[in-house]
T-cell receptor, first 113, second 111 residues
Framework: DGGITQSPKYLFRKEGQNVTLSCEQN?????MYWYRQDPGQGLRLIYY???????QKGDIAEGYSVSREKKESFPLTVTSAQKNPTAFYLC????????????FGQGTRLTVV | GQNIDQPTEMTATEGAIVQINCTYQ??????LFWYQQHAGEAPTFLSY????GLEEKGRFSSFLSRSKGYSYLLLKELQMKDSASYLC????????????FGAGTRLFVKA
């Protein structure tokens, strides 16, 4: 079945360590997105990519990095520069066309201790 | 810049109708989406509006007025499973396309 997969679902890291969150899609979508969600809040855009080998900063890119070497994959690295990394991270992808909605992965809950 | 406002919480009774409002300010408007999100899960798509008017899909309808920067999601015949957060999201075309989400409205459906 086609879909978008994030792994792992739960992730624990020590403060000061970098950590990479995986996002893979087999929907043949060009656009991919990373959002962060804090308790009781909406989604905030971290980075997005419209096409392979290209990506743009969202509203809260500081302390994060991404790569888009393959159409199917858009990993997010949470670096030690991110001051408050504990959150729920959601990856999404979208196909072409104006009225196409985003499909979300199941999310990764990152806890930094 | 962009700004999306929704009520934080709403409560309604099973079987009733509820309207969740969303106002937005954005440049390069390119469509408005509503998503449903149950706690700890991913958002799922409900509706899309790009032209003014009402879009109906089963128990859910969504309305858009671009001149007023206003949308609402209407849920009819409420069921307990409709208890969730409802996210209003606006897509902007500023170079590329990006979708900005509101903080969401937590809906509690009571018996």
């Amino acid at each position: 079945d086609g879909g978008i997969t994030q792994s792992p679902k739960y992730l624990f890291r020590k403060e000061g360590q970098n950590v990479t969150l995986s996002c893979e899609q087999n929907l043949n979508h060009d656009a991919m997105y990373w959002y962060r969600q804090d308790p009781g809040q909406g989604l905030r855009l971290i980075y997005y990519s419209q096409i392979v080998n290209d990506f743009q900063k969202g509203d809260i890119a500081e302390g994060y990095s991404v790569s888009r070497e393959k159409k199917e994959s858009f990993p997010l690295t949470v670096t030690s520069a991110q001051k408050n990394p504990t959150a729920f991270y959601l990856c999404a992808s979208r196909g072409g066309g104006q009225n196409t909605e985003a499909f979300f992965g199941q999310g990764t809950r990152l806890t930094v201790v | 810049g962009q700004n999306i406002d929704q009520p934080t919480e709403m409560t309604a009774t099973e079987g009733a109708i509820v309207q969740i409002n969303c106002t937005y300010q954005t440049s390069g408007f390119n469509g408005l989406f509503w998503y449903q999100q149950h706690a700890g899960e991913a958002p799922t798509f409900l509706s899309y509006n790009v032209l003014d008017g009402l879009e109906e899909k089963g128990r859910f309808s969504s309305f858009l007025s671009r001149s007023k920067g206003y949308s609402y999601l209407l849920l009819k015949e409420l069921q307990m499973k409709d208890s969730a957060s409802y996210l209003c999201a606006v897509r902007e075309q500023t170079g590329g396309f990006k979708t900005i989400f509101g903080a969401g409205t937590r809906l509690f459906v009571k018996a």
